[in-house]
T-cell receptor, first 111, second 114 residues
Framework: GEDVEQSLFLSVREGDSSVINCTYT??????LYWYKQEPGAGLQLLTY?????DMKQDQRLTVLLNKKDKHLSLRIADTQTGDSAIYFC???????????FGRGTSLIVHP | EPEVTQTPSHQVTQMGQEVILRCVPI?????FYWYRQILGQKVEFLVS????????KSEIFDDQFSVERPDGSNFTLKIRSTKLEDSAMYFC????????????FGPGTRLTVT
């Protein structure tokens, strides 16, 4: 089955860019997602990328996909304190549409 | 914007007791899910439900768990005899049947077993 790995923590200064990285194992993953979880809340879908794309941009968010290395990243431009949260990478297992989540990266934005 | 809701937000129960966690998925969605997240750990898939039956379940979803869609709106997770290790945040999710297949999550129910 799919395995998804992420680094656990990232600390950035307000206004800087954040880059959160993720690696996955299942090369048949068709969709890859980034979810955001704020304290005490559920997971909120931020963005997704289809496996035949290399890049997707959505306002301050840029997703890069390197299929050869099975590496996914989320770049947040001009990071704000409101971006402080846990960010989960998830991939869909081929055929079942059930996402496998990484452990989540805790993004801390300080002034 | 439509959203998934869950009740209660926090449930405290004694070991061995039965609990029912409730969810109201988004109304036109067809696929329903339960996940759990033990504090500080990964979000783990428990079960998926489609067309009034379980379509897939994980190893965690053993005989003490059951799911039901008793009417057109609610989706429930029952834990028959709770154990201490069932303490976790339980998330319900739903999705439509179309691209890009994203799931919408509820805010979760924190279950504490004492």
């Amino acid at each position: 089955g799919e395995d998804v790995e992420q680094s656990l923590f990232l600390s950035v200064r307000e206004g800087d860019s954040s880059v959160i990285n993720c690696t996955y194992t299942d090369s048949s993953s068709t969709y890859l997602y980034w979810y955001k979880q704020e304290p005490g809340a559920g997971l909120q879908l931020l963005t997704y990328i289809f496996s035949n794309m290399d890049m997707k941009q959505d306002q301050r968010l840029t997703v890069l996909l390197n299929k050869k290395d099975k590496h996914l990243s989320l770049r947040i431009a001009d990071t704000q304190t409101g971006d402080s949260a846990i960010y989960f990478c998830a991939g869909i297992r081929g055929g079942s549409y059930i996402p496998t989540f990484g452990r989540g990266t805790s993004l801390i934005v300080h002034p | 914007e439509p959203e998934v809701t869950q009740t209660p937000s926090h449930q405290v129960t004694q070991m061995g007791q039965e609990v029912i966690l409730r969810c109201v998925p988004i109304s036109n969605h067809l696929y329903f899910y339960w996940y759990r997240q033990i504090l500080g750990q990964k979000v783990e898939f428990l079960v998926s439900f489609y067309n009034n039956e379980i379509s897939e379940k994980s190893e965690i979803f053993d005989d003490q768990f059951s799911v039901e869609r008793p009417d057109g709106s609610n989706f429930t997770l029952k834990i028959r005899s709770t154990k201490l290790e069932d303490s976790a945040m339980y998330f319900c999710a739903s999705r439509a049947g179309t691209y890009p297949y994203e799931q919408y999550f509820g805010p979760g129910t924190r279950l504490t077993v004492t």
